[in-house]
DNA sequence: GTCTATAAAGCGATAGAC
DNA sequence: GTCTATCGCTTTATAGAC
């Protein structure tokens, strides 16, 4: 919007809110100007494949932010009981920050339920497998007896939350109900 | 598609069907078309108001089953704990049926998280809140301690399953979050 | 690298014949 | 009531000047 930016990198971001607020179909190249500041040639300079490519590169961008924050902690925090409740604990004070109590959705997640899921098949898979294969992982190592099952429901409240959320238009059913998902064994 | 239909109560089901899998943004008129076979004309001659005027209808079509089928005979049942039970029971059993594990999806929901939220703002939001209410009133009468957080809780599930059945390729996710999310004390 | 101009296709909506 | 033809606009993508 404002100040132009020089590097791929530095534009992905802003092409990713754009995305988030208009969903794939829904964001134009003039929105994607206007969210970046660029023109037309400077963005199919940096992403020769259009629309299709700049998703791709944020899509992975998010998976690499998830990786860093979210999934490689709950991997090394699998190691013991009390590290794996912790693990937990970052993941969640993570996630509430990131997706601002359901005020910001989940691209991968907007995508799973649109047409883009077939486009962008392997991204959006692969980021909510290596969610519930490493949270398992923690809450099997922090003793639950049943860590898959357990892990797709935190994940699941998580996705709900944000629908839930955004239709009521009130944040505070966001932290209801992931609170309400910790709440019978704080796992 | 195959027969085309005569009234406009028999083409809101095809339209539907054609919303929920391309999304509203995506879900072009030649689209709608094919999925009622059904000529440009004949369709505005239906609804004069075009493609927003068609996905109202939609809207306001599913939040009638959903009246039907789910909200009213939760309400109806709030009114022992035995029947509130059921009631809940039932509630599942036809959300189950209804999302078919989650390879349907949600058309509330998939506005929810989108752009055309602001478009259809009553009508998303009074699906769910109807939804909320008279789930609260069904688990309070059953004897939750807190029925709002709980009844959060168990759309979101719903809404959530949809998300990461759809993400994973995977209808079993949706079956196992909503058993999850039930378990703990069969509310 | 960044821009504007423009091509080619698809969009929602309308008009008018039947 | 249903159709086809078409308008006017927006879309993605490309071309070429700077």
Redesign the pocket.
Known sequence: MAK?P?TRDAVIPLLAEAFREHGYQG?????LQDAT??????L???F?????EMAAAVLADIRAWFDERVFSPLRSASTGAEEARQGVDTMFDEVRTYFRSGRRVCLPGVFAIGRERDKFDDAVRGYFAEWVDTLTAALGAAGSSEPRSRALQLIAAVQGGIVLARALDDPDVFDTVIDSARAPIDL
């Not at 020769?48 to 299709?52: A, D, F, I, L, S």
């Open positions: 132009p020089t964001t134009s190249m003039a929105i500041g660029l023109g037309r040639g400077s199919y300079h940096f020769p494949g259009g629309k299709e």
